[in-house]
């Protein structure tokens, strides 16, 4: 922890102090001495918010991909409105078992207090539900004869409506105006001297039975197996997996 982290805990341990104490007296030299710490060192209001912010990485991507698949990057977001965070696709080095050096993608959620944990948590589940729907689809066209590319469309038409329909049963929880300029700040200063760069997308072609794809995938994600309430110490339990592990 560094020094001015233990001066900000010291700052707000003292304003704790000046609120919750029932003496008067006490109450005020507590304040008045957290309001003097402020002023040596330089200390703002806006630097105790930004210490509020925490991050999240998951560093176990569907895909690796450099143009981010539109259904990848649309979970990404559904999970961001369920839980009130910000998110950024990045990218970190992976070592395999030979040696070699592996770019791979990672996902980091940014908010307040436990909320990028519990977005990390609610996206490694909704991702590895949204595999196994796709495969159990996809063994439907096992027996035809169709165009990989065509197979491949499909599966992304599936994942996009299995997204879409996910959203069906998750509620929305907006930052106020006042954490997201604290979250935009934030961001900033964690990339400072190495400035995000646009993501680029890959979007969803179309194929013979797309629509049939994306409405079933709607129609299964609809029914995924995500309970409400995602917020506080119990929210990592409250999204399941319909009894069944999947790893």
Request: overall charge positive; charged content about 20%; glycine content about 8%.
């Amino acid at each position: 922890m560094s020094d001015n982290q233990r001066l900000i805990m010291r700052v707000r341990h003292l304003m704790a102090l000046g609120t919750r104490n029932d003496n008067p007296h006490e109450a005020a030299r507590a304040v008045a001495l957290a309001q003097r710490l402020m002023q040596r060192h330089n200390l703002t209001q806006d630097m105790f918010s930004l210490t509020e912010v925490s991050e999240s990485v998951c560093d176990s991507l569907t895909s690796n991909a450099e143009r981010v698949p539109a259904w990848l990057n649309s979970l990404a977001t559904v999970v961001c409105m369920a839980t009130g965070c910000r998110s950024w696709f990045g990218w970190y080095v992976y070592t395999s078992m030979g040696g070699n050096k592996i770019h791979r993608r990672s996902l980091h959620f940014y908010g307040f207090s436990e909320r990028p944990e519990i977005a990390r948590y609610i996206f490694t589940v909704l991702q590895r539900q949204l595999r196994v729907a796709t495969d159990r689809h996809m063994k439907s066209y096992r027996s035809r004869r169709i165009l990989l590319r065509t197979l491949r469309c499909r599966a992304d038409q599936f994942r996009e409506g299995w997204v879409s329909g996910v959203w069906q049963v998750l509620q929305s929880f907006a930052p106020s105006s006042g954490e997201t300029s604290v979250l935009q700040r934030w961001l900033v200063q964690r990339h400072r001297g190495n400035a995000l760069t646009g993501l680029t997308i890959r979007e969803v072609g179309s194929c013979r039975g797309d629509k049939m794809a994306r409405m079933v995938g709607w129609l299964a994600g609809r029914d995924a197996d995500v309970h409400q309430g995602l917020y506080g110490a119990q929210a990592p339990h409250q999204i399941t997996e319909g009894g069944t592990a999947y790893d």
